[in-house]
Every structure is written in C-alpha cells, then in structure tokens.
C-alpha cells in the first residue's frame, strides 16, 4: 500500500489563542511494505502524523493518499469504512474493552470491518504468544499481555498498513524488544506497510529506516 503526502498542514490552537502548525510536510512518499521508525521531539506531531494517515483527523491544507485514495475528500464514515478495512492501529493505551475477553476483543475489531472470522482471531491470539490466555479479561494480562491483544486486534483484518504510536511506552525494555520484533516480523510476512512513532533509542536501532519527524517538516 504505498502511501503519498503533499502539501500537507495540520495546526492547532495555542491556549494564547494563536495557530501553531504540528505537521507541514511538502512532500513524502511511503513505498509499499516499508518498515519505518518515525522519531523526534515530545511535541513534535508524530501521534498526529499518524493520526492523519490513519484518516482520524483530517488536514488543513495538502493530502494524504493511500493506495490511490484521497482520505481528505472522503467523509467521516467513509473514512472509518476505509480505515476498518485497511488500516490496523496499535495505541499505546491499547484502548481494549474491559468487559470483554482478549478473543472478544480481537472479534470486535472484526465486527466493523463487517467480516468476524473467529478461527483467525484465535490464530492470531496464539501467533503473539497468548493461547491460553483467550478468555482472559485485559485486568487479568499483564500490560505486555495486553498490548499483544491490541496486535492481534490491528492484524485482524488483514490491514495493508499497521500504524503503532508508542507500542512499547507502557511495557520494561525487554518486552518492547519482543513486541517490536513481533510486529516487524508479521507484518514482513504479510507484506504490509509498517509505520511506528517511538521516543526510545533502543527501539529505534531496530528499524534500518529512521525519520526524524523535525527534519522531514518544512
């Protein structure tokens, strides 16, 4: 799924009352498969970044085109069809529903695609290591447990793209070195498009491809 953004603009209102511009970015191209690590400083907009790739904000100026498809011109819930379909997103938060086990929750994220396939969510949910942990509630994992549901969860529906926004800020050192490779490894599989914002040094030496979000804006 190869991605472009030209032109592209997002700003928000200071508690001043004045516009500062998060993202401006002229131009930037995202082959398809690629496995990027996008860094830079604490507010520099690489949560927003992806959260216009992901179609959940839309920019001021400029467009993000995916696979031959403007997510500007699109409406709200044609952009939540478009992302349901192809777009799968790892939060830092994991943002699971408690009440609900962890092959629940994969199957959630199934159900707005409008295709629930449970032998996959089961798949899934053993291929991260969490076999015999299906039925477990999320306050019953560990928070590296956890973050692995909100995986299987993004890989559920054979997304072309997997955007992850600080996969490992909750989990020690060694469990983010295994959720990283974990991702890498599956998405290299499934030839899709791996797109991750980290802060961690140690996360970063494991991509080969390292964009400091600061030095791509202009």
């Known amino acids: 799924m190869a991605i472009t953004l030209e032109q592209l603009r997002k700003s928000y209102r200071t508690p001043e009352g004045a516009m500062h511009d ?4 002229r131009r930037l191209d995202i082959p398809d498969g690629a496995q990027w690590v996008i860094t830079g400083q ?3 907009g690489k949560s927003t970044l992806l959260n216009l790739l992901g179609g959940i904000v839309t920019p001021d100026e400029g467009t993000v085109i995916i ?26 938060t994991f943002n699971l529903l408690q009440g609900f086990s ?3 929750n994969v199957l959630l994220g199934m159900l707005f695609a409008g ?10 949910l053993e291929r991260v290591g969490l076999k015999e942990r299906m039925r477990y509630r999320p306050s019953e994992l560990s928070v590296g447990q956890q973050q692995r549901v909100a995986i299987a969860r993004a890989l559920a529906n054979r997304p072309s793209l997997i955007l992850a926004d600080e996969p ?3 989990v020690d050192p060694a469990a983010g070195d295994t959720i990283v490779d974990l991702l890498k490894e ?8 791996l797109l991750l914002v980290t802060h961690q040094p140690q996360v970063v030496a494991r991509f080969p491809d390292v964009f400091d979000l600061s030095k791509l804006q202009n």
Request: aromatic share 6%.
């Open 22 to 25: 998060v993202i401006r970015i």
């Open 42 to 44: 604490s507010g520099s």
């Open 67 to 92: 696979d031959g498809t403007n997510l500007g011109a699109l409406s709200e819930p044609a952009r939540d069809r478009f992302r349901a379909k192809h777009i799968g997103y790892v939060f830092q």
């Open 102 to 104: 962890a092959l629940e």
């Open 115 to 124: 295709h629930v396939e449970k032998a996959r969510a089961a798949s899934l």
């Open 168 to 170: 490992t800020g909750n």
């Open 186 to 193: 599956i998405c290299r599989e499934g030839g899709q498009t």
